[in-house]
Structures are given as C-alpha cells and as structure tokens.
C-alpha cells in the first residue's frame, strides 16, 4: 500500500522546493528587502518597466488622495479631449491576488458596466476607489493608491481552457535566467482569477518550447481545463521568445536574484508584464512536474 | 553560507550562557541556607465537597506574608472548577474563589499548599507606622453580630463591671483578657460558640472565647475583629485557630484568649482570614471535608537564598509575591508559546490566523477557566461574524469598521460577564474577559479569508489556530513548566536558541510531504527523465 506521504528523502531526490528552503534559500540570499516595494507597489513596477522600455498596460491615472476620488471622470478624459474611456481597470497598487480589481468594460447611462454585464453606479466606484486608498486590499493594510489602466482585451488562443478571466504567464526567473514557467488559467472556482490557490489550474510551459505540458489544479494532476474539458497540454504560447526577453529584462531591472514575472497576452499589443512577485509560490513545480532544484544552474563549489 | 555560520554560534553561544547560568543557580538553590533561627514550612488544604447546582463556589482563605512568615510559593490543583484568587475589600485578605458548573452532587476535590520562610528577624516591609481608621470602618469594628452580640445586655454587664469608672481601653482590654482567659472554663463538646453564651455559662471553646472577648471589646468602645489562622508546628491533622486582634493606639494588636498570649502572639502564627472565624466559606455546597496539614520543610530547593539586599537579588524571581510569581511566570512561558507556534507554522506548515493570536489565546485560557473561556469565545466569534456580515452591506472603511467590530466584541464580553455573574458560575470578571484586540482580528481576517477563499478554507485554518492554541494551552496550564521558568529565567535562552534553530530550518514542512507526493512519485526513480 502506499503511503499518503512522501518521504523528504524522495522530494529531496527530484529537487523539489520546500517553502522553508524557497525563503531561507532563495529570497533571503538574493532579493534585498529594500527592492521588495519595487514589485509590491505596482506603480514603481511600473515606473521601472517604462524606464526600460518594458511594455505593460497603460496608465490612464493614479489615484492617490480621497480628494481625487470625486474626479474620476475627469482624469480619465484623454488629452485630445476626443470622449472619456469606456473600458479600464482599476486595482489597487499593493495589492495581492488579485484582491480589489474592479474591470469596466463600458458604460450605461450615468453607470459603469463590467464585463458580465453588471452595472456599478457612480456610488460604488467611490467607495471602491476610497477603500483601496484605505488600504483594504493592501499587503498589510497600509494607505493604498488606486491604479486606473487600460483594460486588456486577452489572445483568444486559450480561451477554450480559461473560464470567466484573464489567463496569465508566470515565469520564475533565477538570477537573470529564465527558470520555470507556467500558464495561469482561470476557472470557476477561482472566480475569474488567475491564481492557483483559488482555484486555477496551473500549466506548466516549456521554457525552452514554450509549450504547455498539462497541468496542476488544487495541487493534484490535471490533464483538461476542469470547467471546459478542454485539453490543455501541448499548447504553444505565442509570442514566447517575446515572453521571456521581457521577463529576464524585468528582472534585472528590478534588481531582484529570485522573482516571478506575470505576463498578459493582449490581443493588440502582444505580452504586457501586469506585475512582478518576490516571493513567487511553489506550485509552478507540480505544473511543471519537476523540482526547480533541477534547474538550478550547478552550484560552483 | 555565513548566515547559517552565524545562525550556529549563536544559537550555541547562547545555549551555554544559558547553561552555565542555570547551573551556577542549581548549586547555590541547593545550598540554600535559612539563616540562624529561621525554618521553612509548608501548610496544605485537603478539600472535599459536593456542588448541589451549577454556580456552587467555595472560597479558601489563603495565608498572608507577614512581619516574620513570607509565603514563597503556592500550588493550586482544582480539577473540574474555575478558580479565581480575589482579595476582599474590607480586610485586603487573599481568597481563592472555585466554582463548580456543574450541580446534581457532584464531588470535588481541590489540593492547595503553601511554602512558607518563617524568618527569626522581622522584614521591614510589611507592618508600618500606626495607622488611622476611617469613622466607617471604626463602626464597622464596633458592630453588633449574630454571635458577637455587642447590643445584648450580658456583654454590656460584663464589659461595665470590668471596666469600672473612666478605665483606659488598654485596662478594659486587659480586664477582658483575664476575664476571657481565666473566667471562661475551657470545653469542647456542647460549648457555646457565641459571645453571650460564653460569658453566662462560663465555659466555652476557642471560638467562644475569642467572640467573648471582641464583644467586650467592642462594647467598651474598643474596635476589635477575629482572626482565623494556624499556628505552625508540625501536624498532620492540624486544625483551624482562631484569634483576637483589638485595636490601641491605631494599631492592631492580636492577642490569643485561649492560649494566654495577651500583647502580641508568637511569630508563628499564620494569618488566613480577618473578620472570619473559619478558613473555607461556602454557598451551595455539602459534603464539606477538609484537612489540613503543617509540615517543616527540610529540604526546600524553591526556598530562594535571599540574603540582605545585594543588587544580584534581581535575577531572583522566587523572593516575588506568589501572585507576581504568578504573573510573570505566564510571561515567561509566552516564548514558548511563540517557539511552539514556530513549529507548527514552520515545520509543520499549519497556516493560522495571525502569529501570535495562538499563544494569546492560549494565555487567556490559562487566566480564565478554559470551559467558560471557550463559551465566551464561541458567543463572541458567532455574533461577531454574524455582524461583519451584516457590515458588509453598509460598505463602511477599514478603521472604524474595525473600531465597530471591536465594539461588538467588548458589548459581547461585558454582556457574557454580566450574565455569567447573574447565573453565578464564574468565580470573577476575569474568568471572562478574552483578549479583545485579538478577537477583533480574528473576526475580521476570518470574514475576509471566508469571502476570498471560501468557507471551507476559513473553517480550516480557524482550526488550524485552535489547534496550535490547544497545544499552548496544554504547555502553558503546567504548573511545574512555570514554576522552572520562574526558579530558571535563563531558561528563555534556550528558548531563544530553539528559536533561531526552527528559523534556520529549510527542510520541507510536513505539509509538504503531501502536498508534492505525487511530484515526488511521478516517475519511477530509474526513470529516463
């Protein structure tokens, strides 16, 4: 019979990460704390990726004292003056998975309309924006900026295993070198968002191919998207070279030895990085069936 | 790898100074010496009884420090009732209030001991200056009592006929100790126990007589009280004293009608309760059995060697107040209560609802009673959820819908002191009261994790956070782990070192084991990958 455990001997033997070995290992030795709010504050991310000419979402506004908030309309007219935005996103600059992402895909009337069709009336954008500024979805719940940007319209190549979301792009890069990645698909349980403790399915992709090779949802084995059925090994990520030029690049810039970089697919504009982590998850492991001791360069003795 | 160098030495430095410490303290603990003409005892309380109702409570006098006794260490073992230590308000005497929450006859058992330095040398502390009383309380020392019946017309025959014309109270007072000590015959059985009943009939026990002797007091205008109390000296059967102190020249003066000790009693007496004639009271209990026994102790490794008053008496924590004992004993122990959250964070990688909310917890279970702790906890996490829920809808900020739930934490708890009180099963308000703060976050990280993750997640690692405070809970209630932490305070670097050993750890958590054991087992060992 086996047991319902492994033995650290045998996770040892694949080169699988624990998260104590991840944070003593890999976080402590090579990311410094004072670049931590480069990629927790997403309007520095930003900042740094059009610095270096990285291509991301564009900023329409940010949002940084209560008095704003009334003025919404007004910092969301373009410059030429030709009508207001009807599609935009707004999300919290220190938030995390996810958490206080509000998408308006048009308006109604005197109401914003998102992408299922609800209508948010002018009350609730208020309050929404004020308690991002509050800090409700923040790391920590410190005083928050709300970040308005242009909404991205995803590559339709995975909308047949991608339910009610965005599916993103992590890549896990390793001292400037690409390490791991994997296709972040959302599900019904994860209600839209792409992120694997929620619910989401995780596919790992080749690096070298950027091929998917199946995947991981709720920490077990998937071979199909489970809301779609739709098989989601040996698919290829377009644009991948791309993907991954800008990931290495970002992560370099952000002076971070040990990050995972999240990438969009614009139908338009191709990757868009939406946002940078320095404390990237293990699950991209089972995603992508193997240790990511395995792909660690040998250490020099 | 100069961290993990580092992490090493001082880890290990840190567990030989701790080392060297505790044994320099275990050699000289055990050549404690007490100084010429002192001697160390200890009185233990034996109690058996019945709880006839839910909220049935007894209350044990507990022995007060002196001029020359100094209690140095007390031990409570109460299984199955919530015990509280209160001090009275008139007499400032200590009691240990328990409170059974269960009736129907059930049998309880509580165990006490006390150790005790009875010092040839009186310490400067304790005692003072002489002391004015307040007009009340001067009445109250005058008071008529059911059996100390100041009023009766005996007592006032009695009290004129000593006293004479214009006698001083220090003459009434010596009249009515010869009156009390050579008058009234001593008897046992079918003595009269009151006042009157001891002057007429002229024959009485130790209670009697003492009660003769407050009455005449008091009906000479001489403020006077009882004092219940044990003489030390070895007795396996001892038995309860009971003595009388009056009051001169703004101080009170004890003295012992029965054993002839007219100005002052011997050091060796043991003060339990004042205004009392009895070291146990109670309310809905039968089936009262006490024992109690005074042993000298020959052997006392706790007895702490205090000798005069150097500066390094600071690193002695035994020479404290039990209750201070008591206190900073928890403190002590709520490292550990962090190194045992570390574990189960770290090692074995069960998520809980903030970091230190276990161990606080766990801490106030060990303050109150954890049954009645738990209920309240129970109230408090059901309406305060309920609540966050109903707050949802009028979308308020983070900080006053915080500030709100916290109100609707402490409106719970006064609520569940209040009727805790009204129903009579708690020994005190503290039994009660949970740490607010604490609660506050957990309602409120508990609604967020339940919205953004689902319920199941929540409910999971709310038990996640129950668990880990049980397992604090449980290190935390050991009487003896304290009492280690208190006789060892170098103990904390040993704690201190385990610490830094689990946040050096980078082996996997058990967690893990099965979380990538089918990545682990993906292929066969020999496999071509």
């Given at each position: 019979m086996r047991l319902f455990w492994a033995w650290p001997s045998e996770l040892r033997a694949k080169g699988i990460f624990g998260i104590n070995a991840r944070n003593l290992g890999m976080l402590s030795q090579l990311n410094p704390r004072e670049f931590y709010p480069r990629v927790d504050d997403k309007v520095i991310t930003k900042e740094i990726c059009k610095a270096n000419d990285i291509p991301t979402p564009e900023t329409y506004a940010v949002i940084r004292f209560f008095g704003d908030v009334g003025r919404l309309d007004e910092m969301l007219a373009p410059a030429d003056g030709d009508r207001a935005r009807e599609s935009f996103v707004i999300k919290p600059a220190r938030g995390a998975a996810g958490r206080g992402v509000l998408v308006i895909a048009g308006r109604e009337g005197d109401a914003l309309v998102t992408p299922s069709g609800r209508r948010v009336p002018p009350d609730e954008i208020r309050y929404h924006l004020a308690t991002t500024l509050s800090g409700l979805y923040s790391l920590g719940g410190r005083p928050d900026r709300a970040i308005i940007e242009e909404r991205i319209l995803p590559h339709d190549v995975f909308s047949a295993i991608s339910v009610g979301g965005t599916p993103d792009i992590r890549v896990v890069v390793h001292k400037g070198a690409p390490l791991m990645a994997m296709l972040r698909l959302p599900t019904n349980a994860s209600g839209g968002r792409a992120n694997l403790h929620q619910g989401a399915v995780g596919a790992g992709v080749d690096?070298?191919?950027?091929?998917t090779v199946g995947g991981v949802c709720r920490g077990a084995f998937v071979e199909t998207h489970p809301d779609s059925g739709n098989p989601i090994g040996d698919l290829h990520v377009p644009f991948w070279d791309k993907v991954i030029d800008i990931s290495t690049r970002l992560s370099k810039a952000l002076e971070l030895g040990y990050c995972g970089v999240d990438i969009v697919l614009d139908i338009n504009r191709g990757p868009l990085v939406l946002e940078a982590n320095a404390r990237p998850g293990l699950a991209i492991q089972v995603a992508n069936r193997c240790g990511i001791a395995r792909r660690l360069p040998a250490e020099p003795e | 790898m100069k961290e993990k160098r580092l992490a090493l030495v001082s880890g290990i430095t840190l567990v030989l100074i701790g080392s060297a410490a505790a044994l320099v303290r275990y050699r000289a603990a055990g050549k404690a010496y007490l100084s010429p003409g002192d001697s160390a005892w200890r009185l233990s309380y034996d109690l058996e009884f019945e709880a006839k109702a839910p909220g049935a409570r007894i209350a044990l006098g507990l022995p007060e420090s002196g001029r020359h006794i100094r209690v140095f260490r007390e031990e409570f073992s109460h299984p199955g009732l919530a015990m509280d230590i209160v001090r009275g308000k008139k007499t400032g005497g200590r009691e240990a209030v328990a409170v059974s929450l269960s009736g129907g006859g059930t049998a309880h058992r509580i165990k006490a001991s006390f150790d005790l330095h009875l010092a040839a040398h009186p310490n400067g502390k304790a005692g003072g200056g002489p002391v004015a009383l307040s007009t009340k309380a001067r009445s109250y020392f005058l008071r008529s009592e059911e059996a100390v019946q100041v009023a009766s017309r005996e007592v006032r025959e009695v009290s004129r006929t000593l006293v004479g014309e214009r006698a001083s109270h220090a003459q009434l007072v010596e009249r009515a100790f010869e009156f009390c000590y050579a008058k009234i015959a001593k008897a046992d059985r079918g003595a009269p126990s009151d006042a009157v009943g001891a002057i007429v009939q002229e024959r009485a026990g130790l209670l009697g007589r003492a009660r003769a002797m407050v009455a005449i007091c008091r009906a000479g205008r001489v403020p006077a009280r009882l004092v219940a109390g044990f003489v030390l000296d070895d007795d396996s059967e001892a038995h309860p004293n009971v003595w009388v102190e009056y009051r001169i020249d703004k101080r009170w003066i004890a003295c012992d009608p029965t054993a002839g000790h007219r100005w002052g009693v011997p050091d060796t007496y043991l003060t339990v309760r004042r205004d009392a004639f009895g070291i146990i009271r109670s309310q809905g209990v039968t089936a009262i059995k006490a024992r109690f026994e005074i042993r000298r102790l020959y052997h006392h490794p706790d007895l702490p060697s205090v000798q005069g008053d150097g500066l390094a008496n600071v690193l002695v924590l035994t020479r404290l107040t039990p209750g201070m004992q008591h206190t900073l004993a928890i403190l002590l122990l709520l490292p550990l209560g962090a190194l045992i959250t570390a574990i189960f964070r770290n090692m074995v990688g069960l998520q809980t609802f903030g970091t230190f909310t276990p161990g606080l917890l766990a801490l106030s279970f060990v303050y109150s009673d954890w049954r009645t702790g738990l209920l309240v906890f129970v109230m408090v996490m059901i309406v305060g959820l309920l609540s966050r829920q109903l707050l949802e809808k009028i979308k308020l900020l983070m900080v006053p819908r915080l500030g709100l739930i916290m109100t609707i934490v402490v409106l719970c708890m006064v609520m569940a002191v209040s009727i805790f009180d009204h129903l009579g099963i708690t020994p005190s308000a503290r039994a009660v009261v949970l740490p607010v703060v604490i609660l506050t976050m957990m309602i409120e990280r508990l609604h967020i994790k339940s919205q953004e993750d689902g319920l199941r997640q929540a409910a999971r690692q709310l038990l996640n956070t129950f668990a880990v405070a049980a397992v604090c809970l449980l290190v935390l209630r050991w009487q003896w782990l304290g009492r280690l932490a208190l006789t060892y305070p170098e103990g904390q670097l040993f704690v201190a070192a385990a610490l830094i050993a689990v946040g050096r750890y980078a082996g996997y958590r058990l967690s893990e084991l099965i979380r990538f054991r089918d990545l682990a087992r993906l292929d066969a060992p020999d496999g071509a990958k």
């Open positions: 690096i070298k191919t950027g091929r | -």
